[in-house]
């Protein structure tokens, strides 16, 4: 084995541990406990869905920083976003905000069909390279848009997750819900309060439960500004 094949056997081993020691340290004391998160969070190469240079902070317990005010969510406050949703395997997932793509590519280990929305070019170009390697051929479908207008065309969805935070949902997100649909992501009401938040479905009615007290980089489509919707 030449030094080069070596090194990267090394990086390879060094990424697996960083993963077990994630789930181990981050995941398990925290309340995840659904079996497909558990173990699609020990498979996934996070690494693989930040730039190169980025790497080694792939499994921190942090929002990861990334280009345009973006980051990578941190794993625990993703890990319980998608175990809020309950989602049931062949349920159709719209992903709002989806960066680099490693949120869809849990969802889509979960056994939901995704669509996932985004509208940083570069984000998504990671995305595009990373999928692939990690994914069913035909589970993600990305698309190249605001994700504070959902994507209706594909409507409706039986679970919507904003991977981001934000100060509130707008109402056109809320009807692309199926019925009986859930919806969760992290928002910020009342500066400095933060939490997760569960939204279901019912009829013409959308019930908000709080989840749990966390922080995660605000998503800058969902801000006050001329982006937002009402």
Sequence with gaps: MDAAAAAAQDMTAHFAAARRFMVDGQLRPNKVTDPRIVAAMLDLPREQFLPPGLAARAYQDED??????????????????????????????????????????????????VTAVEDDTALLAIARAAL????????????????????????????????????????????????????????????????????RRVGESFTTLPAFDCATTPLPAFLPGPHFIF
């Design 64 to 113: 990861v920083a990334l280009p345009g005010g973006r980051a990578l969510m941190e794993p625990m406050v993703l890990a319980r976003l998608a175990q809020l949703l309950a989602l049931r395997r062949g349920e159709r997932a719209l992903l709002l905000g989806a960066g680099t793509g490693y949120g869809a590519a849990l969802l889509a280990r979960m056994g939901a069909a």
């Design 132 to 199: 692939p390697a990690v994914t069913e051929a035909g589970s993600v479908t990305l698309v190249e848009a605001s994700p504070a207008a959902g994507h209706s065309a594909g409507a409706p969805y039986d679970v919507i997750l904003i991977e981001g935070e934000v100060p509130a949902v707008p109402r056109p997100i809320l009807e692309q819900l199926a019925e009986g649909g859930r919806l969760a992501t992290v928002l910020r009401d009342r500066p400095p309060a933060r939490h997760a938040i569960l939204v």
